[in-house]
Nanobody, 121 residues
Framework: QVQLVESGGGLVQAGGSLRLSCAAS????????LGWFRQAPGKDREFVAA????????YYSGSVKGRFTISRDNAKNTVFLQMNSLEFDDTAVYFC??????????????WGQGTQVTVSS
């Protein structure tokens, strides 16, 4: 079973950038699709981005495509989310997630504890 620990959240002004990291452990991490979800206050958790096991394929929600970049380093068992041109509506708790496969309506079984990202307008 894979364990996930996020870091890198914080407070940033609109238009700024942040880079989130998620350290994975337990099992063979390169066997897992890794991704990010977020949950804003009063809203449901929503998909942000995912990266295939090899890193060759990436998937994004429409709201972040072109601004966020997901990547992974399998040698370091880490997935990253580079967030640029941040907007107030990006404010949320960001969760790292993992699953053996990726599919539409992805519902991974493994989750981190979350890291807060706050964008000031």
């Amino acid at each position: 079973q894979v364990q996930l620990v996020e870091s890198g959240g914080g407070l940033v002004q609109a238009g700024g950038s942040l880079r989130l990291s998620c350290a994975a452990s337990g099992g063979t991490v390169s066997n897992y699709v890794l991704g990010w979800f977020r949950q804003a206050p009063g809203k449901d958790r929503e998909f942000v981005a995912a990266v295939s096991r090899s890193g060759a394929f990436t998937y994004y929600s429409g709201s972040v495509k072109g601004r966020f970049t997901i990547s992974r380093d399998n040698a370091k068992n880490t997935v990253f989310l580079q967030m640029n041109s941040l907007e107030f509506d990006d404010t949320a708790v960001y969760f790292c997630a993992a699953d053996r496969l990726y599919s539409k309506n992805w519902a991974p079984p493994y989750w981190g504890q979350g890291t807060q990202v706050t964008v000031s307008s």
